[in-house]
């Protein structure tokens, strides 16, 4: 059974940092990851997905990578800003269509000004 | 495009009284869907799987006649919590399996509060 696990749980950092956010699955046969942004209480902005014959995709301060072999993934953040401040949630899915997104615990993040 | 309109956002009912919540999909055919619930600083956990026409494939551990679900069209699916209880509150997160370039799309989400 797939399990998504993202570390760390939290983190705070001050405005400007770039930082990186992990995430692990134990069956590297995935049809792709999506890493989403959920802000308290709302429900999930889709930031990237990452089809499982890539190894990365940026959109604009993001970057993610996929390394399905070793079964890890990467979201990058440059020169964070406080409206950075959500939860990120990792999700693969693991087969066609029709198959469930299984989701990490998502990384809290805080970034002061 | 691949938006998906869930209803209602928030919703507070008496305990014992049944609560339906409508996903819908506003610019694309969806023919399964997903229901997902989420408690407080927990992630997305996987409720059942909804396919247009058939019946809902339940998790384990997901009680089927408590949280019933319906996926009478292509357009939209129904999550309705029967008999519900204080500990049935959580917020409630539908998706729709969209193949296009942006991945599965999600509702906005339905915060539930049982008194």
């Known amino acids: 059974k797939q399990e998504v696990t993202q570390i760390p749980a939290a983190l705070s950092v001050p405005e400007g940092e770039n930082l990186v956010l992990n995430c692990s699955f134990t069956?590297?046969?995935?049809?792709?990851l999506q890493w989403f942004r959920q802000d308290p209480g709302k429900g999930l902005t889709s930031l990237l997905l990452?089809?499982?014959?890539?190894r990365e995709q940026t959109s604009g301060r993001l970057n993610a990578s996929l390394d399905k072999s070793s079964g890890r993934s990467t979201l990058y953040i440059a020169a964070s800003q406080p409206g950075d401040s959500a939860t990120y949630l990792c999700?693969?899915?693991?087969?066609?269509?029709?198959?469930?997104?299984?989701f990490g615990k998502g990384t809290t993040l805080s970034v002061s000004s | 495009g691949a938006v998906v309109s869930q209803h209602p956002s928030r919703v507070i009912c008496k305990s014992g009284t049944s609560v339906k919540i409508e996903c819908r999909s506003l610019?694309?055919?969806?023919?399964?869907m997903f229901w997902y619930r989420q408690f407080p600083k927990k992630s997305l956990m996987l409720m059942a799987t909804?396919?247009?026409?058939?019946?809902?494939?339940?998790e384990q551990g997901v009680e089927k006649d408590k949280f019933l679900i319906n996926h009478a069209s292509l357009t939209l699916s129904t999550l309705t919590v029967t008999s519900a209880h204080p500990e049935d509150s959580s917020f409630y997160i539908c998706?729709?399996?969209?193949?296009?370039?942006?991945?599965?799309?999600f509702g906005s989400g339905t915060r539930l509060t049982v008194v």
């Open positions: 990452i089809q499982s014959s890539q």
């Open positions: 610019d694309f055919q969806a023919t399964t």
């Open positions: 909804s396919n247009e026409g058939s019946k809902a494939t339940y």
């Open positions: 069956d590297s046969a995935i049809y792709n």
């Open positions: 998706s729709a399996a969209f193949l296009g370039p942006g991945g599965y799309t």
């Open positions: 999700a693969v899915r693991s087969g066609q269509a029709g198959t469930a997104l299984i």
